[in-house]
């Protein structure tokens, strides 16, 4: 027994409850634990190199990540996103987004909630479709987040665009595994059974995989 151990819990759950509650007014697709998780990893996370995020929708994630760098004074966080949302945010989509539906775009909410959280100059929003930008993309990555279209060929495609620039040793996050089938299918095919890659943690649909070092 230590107190001096319970305190270090005391401190770090209190620290995880005060980041909540001032992420919280960003609207997003994450649970706050994987928010914390996302944190975590862009502060202490393995390697050097780049932050990316495929899919920033109003900045909830990028937040997150954004907040865990800066803290950690590392690097910058790449937030790729036309910001026009996914099929299913669509007028009539299963999960209609207002914003989207009325105003096309996302990006002016997502400038606003990365200013409100004080993370503006830690985060370079790109405006384009992931495979868009990969084409332009040069550099070491050490932690990649994907997010985006959540269908098997999107997926696959962001995959295969992004993360040979991952580090070896770097990480890859992927979002709504067992939630949604073409993400999950692309991730139980081709992820889990490629032996360069290492499932670290499940969280609630959230995959963090380590690249293998050699
Ligand atoms: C599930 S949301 C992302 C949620 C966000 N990570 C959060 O924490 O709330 C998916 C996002 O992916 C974006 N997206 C869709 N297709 C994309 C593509 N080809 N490249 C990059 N982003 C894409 C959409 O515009 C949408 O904002």
């Known amino acids: 027994m230590s107190i001096d151990w319970a305190l270090?819990?005391?401190?770090?759950?209190?620290?995880?409850?005060?980041?909540?509650?001032?992420?919280?007014?960003?609207?997003g697709f994450l649970l706050d634990l994987q928010g914390y998780t996302l944190m975590l990893l862009a502060e202490e996370g393995p390697g050097a190199g780049s932050i990316v995020e495929i899919g920033s929708f109003m900045g909830k994630s990028t937040c997150w990540l954004a907040r865990g760098a800066k803290r950690a004074q590392r690097e910058k966080v790449y937030a790729i996103d036309p910001f026009t949302g996914s099929p299913e945010h669509q007028s009539g989509g299963?999960?209609?987004?207002?914003?989207?539906?009325?105003?096309?775009?996302?990006?002016?909410?997502?400038?606003?909630?990365?200013?409100?959280?004080?993370?503006?100059?830690?985060?370079?929003?790109?405006?384009?479709?992931?495979?868009?930008?990969?084409?332009d993309?040069?550099?070491?990555?050490?932690?990649?987040?994907?997010?985006?279209?959540?269908?098997?060929?999107?997926?696959?495609?962001?995959?295969?665009?992004?993360?040979?620039?991952?580090?070896?040793?770097?990480?890859?996050?992927?979002?709504?595994?067992?939630?949604?089938?073409?993400?999950t299918r692309f991730y139980n095919e081709h992820v889990i059974t490629d032996p360069r890659y290492k499932q670290l943690l499940n969280l609630y649909s959230m995959c963090v995989v380590v690249k293998s070092a050699s």
């Open 8 to 27: 270090i819990r005391l401190k770090a759950t209190a620290e995880y409850l005060q980041l909540v509650e001032e992420i919280k007014p960003v609207q």
């Open 94 to 135: 299963i999960c209609e987004v207002s914003v989207i539906a009325e105003d096309g775009s996302t990006f002016p909410m997502f400038e606003q909630n990365i200013r409100a959280l004080g993370v503006l100059e830690q985060v370079v929003p790109i405006v384009a479709r992931s495979e868009d930008a990969a084409r």
């Open 137 to 183: 993309w040069h550099g070491p990555i050490r932690l990649l987040f994907i997010d985006g279209d959540h269908s098997y060929e999107a997926s696959k495609l962001d995959f295969d665009l992004w993360s040979p620039f991952v580090v070896p040793g770097g990480i890859i996050v992927f979002h709504d595994i067992g939630e949604w089938e073409g993400v």
